[in-house]
DNA sequence: GCCAACGTTGGC
DNA sequence: GCCAACGTTGGC
């Protein structure tokens, strides 16, 4: 199994809204780097740390769960979307997506802040100045590190 | 709201 | 293929 960190803003869509729904598309990627995590290497069953970006706090506000393969995002063909891709070959849809499905909710935020400030997370993509890939991937101990910061109930 | 960092576009 | 201009991300 592989692990992971995806973005979401929570204004627009947070771990909250997820312990709601259960379960969510993830629409929208329009970046190939993380698009081809997607495509190559997320399988169902891997595990997400669920990161609020542009929240203050930013930080790591739960756990996720790959609960579908990547397929065809249907918003790039949609001209009403603000993820309408006009370039896009119907035939060959550049932009995919998978489903998600919310596994468990942090008391509290780990913080950014936090995170950076831990040693143990050294070398983790997230705390990189710079770093803008709303899909990474993360190394197992990051991963077990930033639940134990969290009391999380969810083990690996 | 500002701006640094990064990705994409397009002229050449 | 280079690189300047532009657009976006995301912390602050």
């Known amino acids: 199994m592989k692990l992971w960190l995806m973005k979401s803003e929570p204004d627009v869509f947070s771990i909250q809204d997820l312990a709601r729904d ?4 993830w629409e929208g990627v329009r970046n190939y780097q993380a698009r081809n995590f997607m495509r190559d290497d997320m399988k169902v069953g891997d595990l997400v740390l669920y990161y609020h970006s542009n929240a203050d706090p930013s930080g790591v506000a739960g756990v996720a769960r790959v609960a579908k393969l990547a397929y065809p995002d249907p918003t790039q063909f ?3 979307s603000e993820y309408y891709d006009e370039g896009s070959p119907k035939d060959d849809p ?9 596994v468990e ?3 509290e935020v780990v913080s950014l802040d936090r995170l950076k400030s831990d040693k143990a997370l050294d070398g983790m993509l997230v705390i990189k100045k710079g770093q803008r890939l709303s899909v ?11 639940l134990k910061l969290a009391g999380a109930k969810t083990k690996l």
């Open 22 to 25: 259960r379960t969510t598309t």
């Open 105 to 107: 909710a942090f008391d």
């Open 94 to 102: 550049r932009w995919l997506m998978v489903d998600v499905e919310f």
């Open 78 to 80: 949609d001209p009403k």
């Open 136 to 146: 990474q991937p993360v190394e197992k101990k990051h991963f077990a590190r930033v």
